[in-house]
């Protein structure tokens, strides 16, 4: 049967809850979004995950176009296609495995502080930036490239457990799910989604002009300099992090800028008057 319509008093309460609820949420994003620190980390995370989406959707074609030739392979005995995939593949497997386990075991070495996880994630990227492009520019060989890449991979993922833990240690514990939602909605839509895309872009412009193997290494290079820029980003979240509040300490301690008044988890004790 059809649904009967709530009238009168009943429809204008669904109406206020319905409204109290979205203003709700919106007050939610607007306190996540005014925490700096979380900012500068999205900021530097959606760059990072750039770099993550142009090796995942790009890097297999790039190692073929670049080595199929190369030794251990010959113009006689190229490299299959999907040999490139194969072996990506396992590169990212094991070293994300390796480097997830690492990351977080380094921030406890060095204290798991605000400034402190920032720096891991700031010297991580500078390091997978040289490693990366360099083995894309320099290697020789397919097996040059594997191991130096594997050596950049390491680098790459080692900050996938600080930044995700900075993520909920920034905001108030109440909305670490709501943070880590914004965050991947901001990753998707500034890093892995649009970054394949203007790689191959330029990869495309590349070839218009001259068309070698060697377009690869270069657009390659370009989208992985977005990795520096991330570590620059995160330099900068290290700085905001020596004065931004670290909710894991005291969760319910009033910050500085809002000490004349109630704290946020707090005034959700209070009656409403």
Same mark, same amino acid.
């Given at each position: 049967?059809?649904?009967?319509?709530?009238?009168?008093?009943?429809?204008?309460?669904?109406?206020?809850?319905?409204?109290?609820?979205?203003?709700?949420?919106?007050?939610?994003?607007?306190?996540?979004?005014?925490?700096?620190?979380?900012?500068?980390?999205?900021?530097?995370?959606?760059?990072?995950?750039?770099?993550?989406?142009?090796?995942?959707?790009?890097?297999?074609?790039?190692?073929?176009?670049?080595?199929?030739?190369?030794?251990?392979?010959?113009?006689?005995?190229?490299?299959?296609?999907?040999?490139?995939?194969?072996?990506?593949?396992?590169?990212?497997?094991?070293?994300?495995?390796?480097?997830?386990?690492?990351?977080? $075991?380094? %921030?406890?070495?060095?204290?798991? @502080? =605000?400034?402190?996880?920032?720096? *891991?994630?700031? /010297?991580? #990227?500078?390091?997978?930036?040289?490693?990366?492009?360099?083995?894309?520019?320099?290697?020789?060989?397919?097996?040059?490239?594997?191991?130096?890449?594997?050596?950049?991979?390491?680098?790459?993922?080692?900050?996938?457990?600080?930044?995700?833990?900075?993520?909920? $240690?920034? %905001?108030?514990?109440?909305?670490? @799910? =709501?943070?880590?939602?914004?965050? *991947?909605?901001? /990753?998707? #839509?500034?890093?892995?989604?649009?970054?394949?895309?203007?790689?191959?872009?330029?990869?495309?412009?590349?070839?218009?002009?001259?068309?070698?193997?060697?377009?690869?290494?270069?657009?390659?290079?370009?989208?992985?300099?977005?990795?520096?820029?991330?570590?620059?980003?995160? %330099?900068?979240?290290?700085?905001?992090?020596?004065?931004?509040?670290?909710?894991?300490?005291?969760?319910?301690?009033?910050?500085?800028?809002?000490?004349?008044?109630?704290?946020?988890?707090?005034?959700?004790?209070?009656?409403?008057?």
């Amino acid at each position: 049967p059809p649904p009967v319509p709530l009238g009168g008093a009943e429809g204008e309460l669904q109406a206020d809850l319905g409204e109290s609820s979205m203003l709700s949420f919106l007050r939610d994003v607007r306190t996540v979004l005014s925490q700096r620190l979380f900012c500068a980390v999205a900021a530097g995370y959606a760059s990072y995950t750039w770099t993550l989406g142009v090796l995942a959707a790009q890097g297999p074609r790039a190692g073929y176009a670049i080595f199929r030739t190369t030794p251990p392979f010959s113009p006689e005995n190229p490299m299959k296609k999907g040999y490139g995939d194969v072996v990506f593949g396992l590169i990212t497997v094991v070293t994300g495995i390796v480097a997830c386990l690492a990351g977080g $075991w380094v %921030v406890d070495r060095v204290g798991g @502080s =605000l400034v402190s996880t920032c720096w *891991v994630c700031s /010297i991580s #990227l500078f390091a997978s930036t040289v490693v990366c492009i360099l083995a894309f520019q320099l290697s020789p060989t397919f097996w040059y490239f594997t191991g130096a890449f594997t050596l950049g991979e390491i680098f790459l993922f080692l900050l996938q457990a600080p930044i995700n833990a900075l993520q909920l $240690w920034c %905001v108030p514990p109440r909305l670490r @799910s =709501l943070s880590m939602s914004i965050s *991947v909605v901001l /990753i998707h #839509l500034l890093g892995d989604v649009p970054g394949p895309i203007a790689t191959a872009a330029i990869q495309d412009h590349l070839d218009k002009m001259h068309k070698s193997s060697k377009n690869w290494r270069t657009s390659m290079s370009l989208s992985l300099t977005l990795n520096a820029v991330s570590a620059v980003t995160f %330099v900068w979240a290290a700085y905001i992090a020596r004065t931004a509040r670290d909710y894991r300490k005291d969760p319910h301690r009033k910050s500085r800028s809002s000490s004349a008044e109630p704290s946020e988890e707090s005034s959700l004790l209070l009656p409403n008057t």
